[in-house]
């Protein structure tokens, strides 16, 4: 007898982004065909109701609408709950599938029972020949600062799969009994860093996380809060702060903080009000003020 459960579940956020959503789910429904699926959109208090139109546009889909925003990582456990696969694909709406090479990812995921989760080879949308994400390097110490690699670079031969100390949030596809085992993405952070520390989380565990050429995306980027906006600087400055204090232990925890109270903070008021950027400065006040009076900071199951 045939299973009804899907071998992945795809899980994918809008935000006032119908015409990315459209064009994402377009290239999965064209290219993907190699693996049984269920698509999950979850439509997170968009101003219009662009559930109503996913809905009728991809019938196939299951949308679900959210009438308030729970930000990227609640937005996503919403998917979570509804999800019936074997594996979890969580890809940004503003992605585009180029291949249909899911198997190889599934099979790096088996090849290690330590295995936890795995990303693709991610290009730019703007420059489709030029990588955005091959991995990444662990974050340094005191300072938190780290890097995509290959980024920029074209040529693919160069950077073959490995092992990442972190997935690329916009494309993370992870085995269902890990998120089972040590939970959903944490809530506390709303946007940014979220995927960070639930990497972070499944490394501390003992899991691994992989970064695979095999198959290949591509990403826009900045869709859906802007590259440069107050939302950002308020989430990056908050949220810098609260994955340090959820992850670093000992005298590092000191170090970093004072890192980026003393020098960061100030370093990035100050170059907004230099750009007479008053909202971004103030942003990042804002940001550290919430931090600070944040209640809940960690929840692990």
């Not at 456990?77 to 190889?104: E, S, T």
């Not at 995921?109 to 949308?125: F, H, N, Q, R, T």
């Not at 944490?186 to 992989?210: N, Q, S, V």
């Not at 970093?256 to 103030?282: M, N």
Request: aromatic share 12%; with cysteine; glycine share 6%.
């Amino acid at each position: 007898m045939e299973s009804n459960i899907p071998d992945i579940s795809v899980i994918s956020i809008n935000y006032n982004g119908l015409k990315d959503t459209c064009e994402f789910l377009d290239s999965w429904i064209e290219q993907i065909h190699s693996v049984s699926y269920e698509l999950i959109v979850v439509d997170n208090a968009s101003k219009n109701d662009e559930a109503a139109v996913i809905e009728k546009l991809y019938p196939q889909v299951q949308v679900i609408r959210s009438e308030k925003n729970l930000g990227y990582a609640g937005a996503n456990n919403l998917g979570i709950d509804a999800a019936q696969g074997k594996y979890l694909f969580f890809l940004n709406n503003d992605v585009l599938m180029l291949d249909d090479q899911i198997p190889a990812l599934i099979e790096r995921l088996e090849s290690d029972k330590k295995i936890a989760g795995v990303s693709p080879l991610i290009l730019d949308y703007e420059e489709p020949h030029a990588i955005q994400y091959a991995g990444y390097t662990p974050l340094s110490t005191i300072t938190m600062r780290n890097r995509a690699i290959g980024e920029g670079d074209t040529n693919k031969a160069a950077y073959p799969a490995c092992e990442t100390p972190y997935l690329h949030g916009a494309a993370m596809l992870i085995k269902r009994s890990v998120i089972n085992q040590l939970g959903k993405m944490p809530e506390e952070y709303f946007l940014y860093y979220e995927e960070l520390d639930w990497c972070t989380y499944m490394t501390h565990e003992g899991y691994t996380l992989w970064y695979d050429p095999a198959c290949e995306i591509i990403h826009k980027g900045s869709q859906s809060t802007g590259a440069d906006s107050p939302l950002k600087a308020f989430y990056m400055s908050r949220n810098r702060l609260l994955y340090a204090y959820r992850n670093k232990f000992d005298f590092t925890f000191y170090l970093t903080q004072w890192y980026l109270l003393g020098v960061v903070f100030p370093v990035q008021v100050l170059r907004a009000k230099f750009h007479k950027q008053k909202d971004i400065a103030q942003a990042h006040v804002d940001g550290v003020k919430a931090f600070f009076e944040l209640k809940r900071k960690i929840d692990r199951p």
